[in-house]
């Protein structure tokens, strides 16, 4: 079973940076392609950016292209989101996913985290 643990969220002032981090556990993390999600308040949960299993191939949603780069450490088990540029509508909670399916991790993932709580304030 398949596990992942997000931290780094907080509270960051518009324009300002954060890392998040997606600890993975219970299977090899060269198996699952791996994604990033949010889910504002009153709104549905949606895509942000995706990576495959190797790191060679990664996927973002429009919004955030140019601001956010996804990436991955598979000797440490752990995939991450840089968020640069941040406006305050990307309040949100930022959930990691995994899937041993690239072309799934955007769309209907196996795995998901608990979610970590990003702030932007104005």
């Known amino acids: 079973q398949v596990q992942l643990v997000e931290s780094g969220g907080g509270l960051v002032q518009a324009g300002g940076s954060l890392r998040l981090s997606c600890a993975v556990s219970?299977?090899?993390?060269?198996?699952?392609?791996a994604g990033w999600f949010r889910q504002a308040p009153g709104k549905e949960r949606e895509f942000v950016a995706g990576?495959?299993?190797?790191?060679?191939?990664?996927d973002y949603a429009d919004f955030v292209k140019g601001r956010f780069t996804i990436s991955r450490d598979n000797a440490k088990k752990t995939v991450y989101l840089q968020m640069s540029t941040l406006k305050p509508e990307d309040t949100a909670v930022y959930y990691c996913a995994a899937d041993d399916r690239f072309s799934q991790v955007k769309v209907v993932p196996d795995y998901w985290g608990q979610g970590t709580q990003v702030t932007v304030s104005s």
């Open positions: 990576i495959s299993s190797s790191g060679s191939r990664t």
């Open positions: 219970g299977g090899p993390v060269t198996w699952y392609a």
